[in-house]
């Protein structure tokens, strides 16, 4: 199946600085990313959709200021945390669609942010 | 809108034992279903997923899982269960579009 990493894996930030997590598609290209927020023991929140060369959509309730969601490429997403406060602590998962929707998206490993 | 209902955020099974994860969802359009699986600090794998063929889906793993329309479910099985099922199990619901809303998810513990 078509691969998609995260990087890093783990951050650890202090409180006003920004943090960018990167999303790449390995082994394919992605006109459309996705990015999403796990809090501890619950579901996968949609954050927003992000499309290779345009502004990304982002959710009811999500502060586009506050996460800047950048995709200049077929291959990679970048999602930045910025001013980062530690109410953004939490794990962000990214997934990108593999051609025309079939219903499969395919995760990355996630990243652990946590801000002191 | 979409939503998606798991029933129990914790489920016991004994090693060999059946395994019942319980989905419902609720969809205004015919749905597709997934169920996708995630281990510690990691992403999602998909499982199986329905989008209007067959009821009965197989899956990786020995998984499957039955679409019921007039239940409004999609209930995950698996006949005998394995210690390297232990994980978090997540049931979604797209409306045929990239938009896929995730259940709050039921984490599945395997007894010796």
């Known amino acids: 199946g078509a691969v998609v990493s995260q990087h890093p894996s783990w951050v650890i930030c202090k409180s006003g600085t920004s943090v960018k997590i990167e999303c790449r598609s390995l082994?394919?290209?992605?006109?459309?990313m996705f990015w999403y927020r796990q809090f501890p023991k619950q579901s996968l929140m949609l954050m927003a959709t992000?499309?290779?060369?345009?502004?990304?959509?982002?959710e009811q309730g999500v502060e586009k200021d506050k996460f800047l969601i950048n995709h200049a490429s077929l291959t990679l997403s970048t999602l930045t945390v910025t001013s980062a406060h530690p109410e953004d602590s939490s794990f962000y998962i990214c997934?990108?669609?593999?051609?025309?929707?079939?219903?499969?998206?395919?995760f990355g490993e996630g990243s652990r942010l946590t801000v002191l | 809108a979409q939503s998606v209902t798991q029933l129990g955020s914790h489920v016991s099974v004994s090693e060999g034992a059946l395994v019942l994860l319980r989905c419902n969802y609720s969809?205004?359009?015919?749905?597709?279903l997934f169920w996708y699986v995630q281990y510690p600090n990691q992403g999602l794998q998909l499982l199986l997923k329905?989008?209007?063929?067959?009821?009965l889906v197989k899956g990786i793993n020995g998984f499957e899982a039955e679409f019921k329309k007039s239940e409004t479910s999609f209930h995950l099985t698996k006949p005998s269960a394995h210690m390297s099922d232990a994980a978090e199990y997540f049931c979604?619901?797209?409306?045929?579009?990239?938009?896929?809303?995730f259940g709050k998810g039921t984490r599945l513990h395997i007894l010796p």
């Open positions: 992000s499309n290779e060369g345009s502004k990304a959509t982002y």
């Open positions: 979604a619901v797209s409306e045929r579009d990239d938009k896929i809303i």
């Open positions: 997934s990108a669609r593999v051609g025309p929707f079939t219903g499969e998206l395919f």
């Open positions: 969809s205004s359009v015919p749905p597709y």
């Open positions: 329905y989008t209007s063929a067959a009821t």
């Open positions: 082994d394919f290209q992605a006109t459309t």
